[in-house]
């Protein structure tokens, strides 16, 4: 199962390159609903895909089908209303515990050990990773519901775009998932049903990235307002298990700050957070007994190390 992730490819182009050394022929199909309304204006993309791109459409095809589903149009509001009600509850306790966290490590003890300090600091942060794991159900709750609501099972012009889209990728060589807007493009992915097959290779980068992984998680320490703790936003595809993609990283992470990144890394201590900064190019091999195992790095990636420096993966 070949997998390549990106960085972000606005001003740094690698994607017609990484295509070309798959060394396969045939159609590319291109996932790049995350643009919204822009999903059309695919000339570009596909330029740099070598003029093999055909456009799956499934933001398009999102807003047709609900336009004729008015049954299906309510569930999907409703599942948008519910998952944007858990998120600012899920919002008002994470922030709490990542900032507890932090004032929990910045205290010194004031005993001759460290004891009392260091169990303060392990049981804030499992708390933290508490409201993760109680959003991560909620959010799963949620998704599960909509998916097998008899709503989403009878929609005869859902199943045709379901239908069109699964023989479209059967057919593609490739698959390739841009950016743009992480959760429309979760949205659109999950309301299509959209399934890679394990041997079909893939090309990923920014919020394609993201979604190729589970969980999708957001981050942006230099946010003006709001919460400013890294967040769990969806589920993602889980193609990449193991993996937290981390594009534009640089731009939106303090990778200076020690603690801070630290605290990032203990949070999800089954996962290796890895930057996609300009000029990234992680392929993954996994094995075909084990595609939903966890995979680690390839030789040379970046990644966040539990003493929250930036570190390169196989180097002694």
């Given amino acids: 199962m070949t997998t390549i992730l990106l960085g972000p490819q606005r001003f740094t182009t690698t ?4 295509l070309r050394s798959l060394s396969v022929d045939g159609p590319v199909a291109m996932v790049n609903a995350g643009w919204e309304e822009r999903e059309v204006d695919d000339a570009e993309l596909d330029g740099v895909l070598d003029h093999r791109g055909f456009n799956l459409r499934l933001y398009q095809r999102a807003v047709e089908v609900l336009a004729a589903d008015r049954a299906l149009r309510r569930a999907v509001l409703e599942h948008r209303a519910c998952h944007a009600e858990l998120r600012a509850f899920y919002g008002l306790r994470l922030q709490a515990a990542w900032d507890t966290v932090l004032a929990v490590r910045r205290r010194p003890s004031r005993l001759a050990t460290d004891d009392v300090r260091d169990g303060a600091v392990r049981s804030a942060m499992q708390a933290l990773r508490d409201v993760d794991d109680w959003y991560a159900y909620e959010v799963a709750r949620i998704v599960e519901g909509t998916a097998t609501s008899d709503v989403v099972r009878s929609s005869e012009a859902l199943a045709r775009h379901r239908e069109e889209v699964a023989e479209a990728i059967a057919a593609a060589s490739v698959v390739v998932l841009a950016g743009g807007h992480v959760g429309i493009l979760m949205e659109t992915l999950r309301l299509l049903d959209v399934s890679v097959p394990a041997e079909k ?3 990923a980068w920014s919020a394609g990235a993201m ?6 998680v957001l981050f942006h320490d230099f946010a003006p307002q709001g919460v400013t703790a890294p967040e769990v936003h969806d589920r993602g595809l889980g193609r990449l298990r193991g993996i937290v993609p981390l594009p534009h990283a640089r ?7 020690r603690e801070r990144m630290t605290v990032f890394a203990e949070r999800f201590p089954a996962h290796h957070l890895l930057p996609l900064d300009d000029g990234t190019v992680l392929r993954f091999e996994a094995t075909p007994d084990r595609p939903d195992a966890r995979v680690e790095p390839p030789e040379g990636a970046r990644f966040i190390g539990r003493d929250g420096t930036v570190e390169t993966w196989g180097a002694r």
Avoid: Y
């Fill in 15 to 18: 994607a017609q390159a990484v």
């Fill in 251 to 257: 731009r939106r992470l303090a990778l200076d700050d």
């Fill in 211 to 216: 979604a190729l992984c589970d969980p999708v």
């Fill in 201 to 203: 290779p893939v090309i």
